[in-house]
């Protein structure tokens, strides 16, 4: 029996690809793809291609191909054949392949499965209107062009775009995550595949490149299940000409959805994976929400590694429905994977945030580093993102002249902080046991207050906020004159 996936090849022959356009922030969405891509490539022990479509290349700049390279790097999503890693199909940035695109563009005008179209889109429109047709796109007035109104066209100096000519047939495919979806003739025009100045358009360059490099299965966003129709009769005409092996298999990932039910689109804010960067998220914990966008690894389970994904995974199980990107989940989803990664790992990927708040300097130096290594277990298991440990740990590392107290201390909280000067302004001994002794003796015994009314307080006045890491840690890391000098400053 063939698989129901794999039909009769070999997993490891299975070779999937992401292809990016270059255009700056890779979408949430996109990162998406490129994870199931690399889930299904390494499950089944594949090649994941990944190409650049950079054939527009007023939008694509070489800023965008290094932030997509960066981005799969910080990611850890690593591909088989591409740039960087070379490989039997190159070149894979796709304004490299400009002459294969003309010479099989001539090739299928040449073997008459696409023509040179002359009309204006208002002459579309308006033969559209005169014949009351509800068909949208082109209605196949080139397919066969009378010779005398194409020497008066010629004449008059238009340049044609290259038309594929669509068979009469209904299209229909099983896809691997929505079953059999079928297009109608009628919903699917003749499309062109390259411009009037001749540059070649996506609907050409996706799927010959598809074909050329010999991918298995595209596994793809449902925006894109549109472009699919086209694409399979332009995969078989391929095969014809002796490129490729005819269609892949396809899987159209669920819409993911912002907010009011929307698609979440380029413009919306959150919808990049920039700022998941900048905002101090783990790779880990972004690629674990991010398959969750359609796919679990089990109904009681929703943390896991990329390595558990890929072993688990399974397209068949991706749900077709489409699923909303939840910035509260991708919240908890970070936070437990912040929980899963070791002290010294963490130290170290909150360095590059200290150095960007310029709290510490680059590289750090090495009393910086001393104090940060003492200060990490007080923080290791409170911050849910990286860059909190800028707000956490702001104040050990602040210049005395910078630091600013945020949260307001009333006027009894003075009181608080007058006697919590006194009580430690003669410890002999700087550390967390003398320093929580002598303030618990003086405000909890002596004042007779709450610890909370106690601490609040003290805790303002030496790290400048409600919310920090344990006060008397703090204290000890802080030091004697740093923590008296703010406890003095508070009362001024
Ligand atoms: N360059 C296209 C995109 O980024 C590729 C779409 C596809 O996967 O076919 O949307
Ligand atoms: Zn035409």
Same mark, same amino acid.
């Given at each position: 029996?063939?698989?129901?996936?794999?039909?009769?090849?070999?997993?490891?022959?299975?070779?999937?690809?992401?292809?990016?356009?270059?255009?700056?922030?890779?979408?949430?969405?996109?990162?998406?793809?490129?994870?199931?891509?690399?889930?299904?490539?390494?499950?089944?022990?594949?090649?994941?291609?990944?190409?650049?479509?950079?054939?527009?290349?007023?939008?694509?700049?070489?800023?965008?191909?290094?932030?997509?390279?960066?981005?799969?790097?910080?990611?850890?999503?690593?591909?088989?054949?591409?740039?960087?890693?070379?490989?039997?199909?190159?070149?894979?940035?796709?304004?490299?392949?400009?002459?294969?695109?003309?010479?099989?563009?001539?090739?299928?005008?040449?073997?008459?499965?696409?023509?040179?179209?002359?009309?204006?889109?208002?002459?579309?429109?308006?033969?559209?209107?005169?014949?009351?047709?509800?068909?949208?796109?082109?209605?196949?007035?080139?397919?066969?062009?009378?010779?005398?109104?194409?020497?008066?066209?010629?004449?008059?100096?238009?340049?044609?775009?290259?038309?594929?000519?669509?068979?009469?047939?209904?299209?229909?495919?099983?896809?691997?995550?929505?079953?059999?979806?079928?297009?109608?003739?009628?919903?699917?025009?003749?499309?062109?595949?390259?411009?009037?100045?001749?540059?070649?358009?996506?609907?050409?360059?996706?799927?010959?490149?598809?074909?050329?490099?010999?991918?298995?299965? #595209?596994?793809?966003? @449902?925006?894109?299940? $549109?472009?699919?129709? =086209?694409? /399979?009769? &332009?995969?078989?005409?391929?095969? !014809?000409?002796?490129?490729?092996?005819?269609?892949?298999?396809?899987?159209?990932?669920?819409?993911?959805?912002?907010?009011?039910?929307?698609?979440?689109?380029?413009?919306?804010?959150?919808?990049?994976?920039?700022?998941?960067?900048?905002?101090?998220?783990?790779?880990?914990?972004?690629?674990?929400?991010?398959?969750?966008?359609?796919?679990?690894?089990?109904?009681?389970?929703?943390?896991?590694?990329?390595?558990?994904?890929?072993?688990?995974?399974?397209?068949?199980?991706?749900?077709?429905?489409?699923?909303?990107?939840? #910035?509260?989940?991708? @919240?908890?989803?970070? $936070?437990?994977?912040? =929980?899963? /990664?070791? &002290?010294?790992?963490?130290?170290? !990927?909150?360095?590059?945030?200290?150095?960007?708040?310029?709290?510490?300097?680059?590289?750090?130096?090495?009393?910086?580093?001393?104090?940060?290594?003492?200060?990490?277990?007080?923080?290791?298991?409170?911050?849910?993102?990286?860059?909190?440990?800028?707000?956490?740990?702001?104040?050990?590392?602040?210049?005395?002249?910078?630091?600013?107290?945020?949260?307001?201390?009333?006027?009894?909280?003075?009181?608080?902080?007058?006697?919590?000067?006194?009580?430690?302004?003669?410890?002999?001994?700087?550390?967390?046991?003398?320093?929580?002794?002598?303030?618990?003796?003086?405000?909890?015994?002596?004042?007779?207050?709450?610890?909370?009314?106690?601490?609040?307080?003290?805790?303002?006045?030496?790290?400048?906020?409600?919310?920090?890491?344990?006060?008397?840690?703090?204290?000890?890391?802080?030091?004697?004159?740093?923590?008296?000098?703010?406890?003095?400053?508070?009362?001024?």
């Amino acid at each position: 029996m063939t698989d129901p996936v794999l039909g009769d090849l070999q997993p490891s022959e299975v070779r999937v690809r992401f292809p990016p356009s270059p255009t700056g922030n890779l979408h949430v969405g996109n990162v998406r793809s490129a994870l199931f891509n690399w889930a299904f490539a390494r499950h089944h022990g594949g090649t994941l291609v990944l190409r650049i479509e950079d054939t527009d290349l007023a939008r694509n700049t070489l800023e965008g191909y290094r932030s997509i390279i960066d981005s799969l790097h910080w990611l850890g999503i690593d591909w088989d054949e591409g740039p960087e890693v070379g490989g039997d199909h190159g070149p894979y940035r796709q304004s490299e392949r400009f002459p294969i695109y003309a010479e099989v563009a001539q090739a299928l005008r040449e073997e008459q499965a696409a023509y040179d179209c002359y009309c204006t889109t208002e002459e579309v429109d308006a033969r559209r209107k005169a014949s009351g047709s509800k068909n949208q796109g082109y209605d196949g007035f080139c397919r066969d062009l009378d010779p005398d109104r194409l020497a008066v066209w010629q004449a008059e100096g238009r340049t044609p775009v290259l038309r594929f000519r669509m068979p009469e047939e209904p299209i229909v495919f099983d896809d691997l995550v929505r079953g059999e979806v079928t297009f109608l003739p009628e919903h699917v025009p003749d499309f062109a595949i390259l411009r009037a100045n001749g540059d070649p358009l996506y609907t050409l360059v996706n799927p010959l490149d598809d074909a050329m490099m010999g991918i298995t299965h #595209v596994l793809r966003g @449902e925006d894109l299940l $549109s472009s699919t129709p =086209r694409q /399979i009769p &332009l995969y078989r005409t391929l095969q !014809r000409l002796g490129v490729g092996n005819g269609p892949p298999r396809f899987g159209h990932l669920p819409m993911v959805m912002g907010e009011g039910n929307r698609k979440l689109s380029k413009r919306d804010p959150g919808s990049g994976l920039l700022d998941y960067v900048d905002r101090g998220f783990l790779p880990e914990g972004l690629l674990n929400y991010l398959a969750l966008l359609g796919w679990g690894i089990a109904e009681d389970r929703d943390v896991f590694t990329m390595q558990e994904m890929a072993e688990a995974f399974d397209i068949r199980r991706v749900n077709p429905s489409p699923a909303r990107f939840d #910035v509260k989940k991708l @919240e908890a989803i970070n $936070s437990a994977h912040m =929980r899963r /990664i070791s &002290l010294p790992d963490m130290t170290e !990927r909150v360095i590059p945030f200290l150095v960007e708040a310029e709290l510490v300097d680059e590289p750090i130096t090495s009393d910086q580093r001393s104090l940060l290594d003492a200060a990490m277990p007080l923080v290791h298991e409170r911050i849910n993102t990286l860059s909190e440990s800028v707000s956490m740990l702001g104040f050990l590392f602040v210049d005395e002249q910078a630091f600013a107290v945020t949260d307001e201390i009333d006027d009894a909280g003075r009181d608080v902080v007058r006697a919590s000067y006194d009580a430690l302004a003669d410890l002999d001994d700087w550390s967390t046991s003398t320093i929580e002794a002598a303030l618990r003796e003086t405000l909890v015994d002596g004042m007779g207050l709450k610890p909370r009314n106690a601490f609040g307080p003290v805790r303002v006045a030496v790290t400048g906020s409600r919310i920090s890491p344990p006060l008397f840690e703090s204290l000890e890391l802080l030091g004697r004159e740093r923590s008296l000098g703010r406890l003095q400053a508070a009362l001024a």
